[in-house]
Nanobody, 126 residues
Framework: QVQLVESGGGLVQAGGSLRLSCAAS????????MGWFRQAPGKERELVVS??????YHADSVAGRFAISRDGAKNTVSLQMNRLKPEDTAVYYC?????????????????????WGQGTQVTVSS
């Protein structure tokens, strides 16, 4: 049974940093695409950062501030978030996809991902 469990969310002041982690189990995640999405109240879930094959994608809104990393031995993927802004406030979701190709705009679609974590709340105060 594939399972993704996020941790590391919380409340932080604008300009601060948080590190989210996603622990994956039940699959061969070293070959999977991994991504982080977020969903703010009243908005659609959006792709923030992804790692597929050898390609890393950052949404324009987080480029230069967020970074994804993964540890194949531990089956974990992390999201380092720096210089946080109030507009980064959202529930952040870890996602895994059974594909290992490079970046494709299709990865922005929720349907391109096979597994989801339960989400972790990130709140940035001004």
């Amino acid at each position: 049974q594939v399972q993704l469990v996020e941790s590391g969310g919380g409340l932080v002041q604008a300009g601060g940093s948080l590190r989210l982690s996603c622990a994956a189990s039940g699959g061969t995640f070293s070959t999977y695409a991994m991504g982080w999405f977020r969903q703010a109240p009243g908005k659609e879930r959006e792709l923030v950062v992804s790692w597929s094959g050898s390609s890393i994608y950052h949404a324009d809104s987080v480029a230069g501030r967020f970074a994804i990393s993964r540890d194949g031995a531990k089956n974990t993927v992390s999201l380092q978030m720096n210089r946080l802004k109030p507009e980064d406030t959202a529930v952040y979701y870890c996602a895994a996809g059974r594909h290992s190709g490079g970046w494709s705009p299709a990865l922005r679609l929720l349907s391109s991902w096979d597994y989801w974590g339960q989400g972790t709340q990130v709140t940035v105060s001004s």
